[in-house]
T-cell receptor, first 116, second 116 residues
Framework: DGGITQSPKYLFRKEGQNVTLSCEQN?????MYWYRQDPGQGLRLIYY???????QKGDIAEGYSVSREKKESFPLTVTSAQKNPTAFYLC???????????????FGPGTRLLVL | GENVEQHPSTLSVQEGDSAVIKCTYS??????FPWYKQELGKRPQLIID?????GEKKDQRIAVTLNKTAKHFSLHITETQPEDSAVYFC???????????????FGQGTTLQVKP
């Protein structure tokens, strides 16, 4: 877990503003993920990337965008199209699928996004 | 796609008692089942996981059992302590293949309270 960092810890968004959440890992993991967690709820997948320069939509991708230009970094942009962005955002990473199956995901400390 | 249901949503036990949390999954091809513990305001932390070729796995006071026929798996915590109080999430991994990517599908979480 210590190898995944997220910044900032808290982020405030004004109406109509795009904001970007940072996620960096030094675990040499190929796969990275973004989840949204609402109070008292489970984790919902926003986007994921299994390799540099490639990413896929998760279950709630509308209003969000990502890029994966480097193996270590997977930033998430919350656009103005996301009308209810207040949530706890968690980034995770894992080794790619291997001969033994899916590998564990490890989470960063999270970013709490609030709307002004 | 995969669907994971988790029960109960809340669980209160006396210190020293055992706690059991159950999850069911829908896709018989799912092959990896991790459990995460999340303390208030913190990141989810992997506490134990099991693969579909194993029926039970133990790590000190925690154990996970898997029944592939019934498509359910359970987390068992023995000799509970106040520091076990947290939200616990189960997850199931979609199988890897041409249309699936091994991503994790999470249950809704169980809030465990251990009373001293």
């Amino acid at each position: 877990d210590g190898g995944i960092t997220q910044s900032p810890k808290y982020l405030f968004r004004k109406e109509g503003q795009n904001v970007t959440l940072s996620c960096e890992q030094n675990l040499n993991h190929d796969a990275m993920y973004w989840y949204r967690q609402d109070p008292g709820q489970g984790l919902r997948l926003i986007y994921y990337s299994q390799i540099v320069n490639d990413f896929q939509k998760g279950d709630i991708a509308e209003g969000y965008s990502v890029s994966r230009e480097k193996k270590e970094s997977f930033p998430l942009t919350v656009t103005s199209a996301q009308k209810n962005p207040t949530a706890f955002y968690l980034c995770a990473s894992s080794m790619p699928f291997g001969t033994s199956g899916t590998n564990p995901q490890y989470f960063g400390p999270g970013t709490r996004l609030l709307v002004l | 796609g995969e669907n994971v249901e988790q029960h109960p949503s809340t669980l209160s036990v006396q210190e020293g008692d055992s706690a059991v949390i159950k999850c069911t999954y829908s896709d018989s091809a799912s092959n990896y089942f991790p459990w995460y513990k999340q303390e208030l305001g913190k990141r989810p932390q992997l506490i134990i996981d099991i693969r579909s070729n194993v029926g039970e796995k133990k790590d000190q006071r925690i154990a996970v059992t898997l029944n592939k026929t019934a498509k359910h798996f359970s987390l068992h915590i023995t000799e509970t302590q106040p520091e076990d109080s947290a939200v616990y999430f189960c997850a199931a991994s979609e199988p890897w293949g041409s249309s699936n990517t091994g991503k994790l599908i999470f249950g809704q979480g169980t809030t465990l309270q251990v009373k001293p």
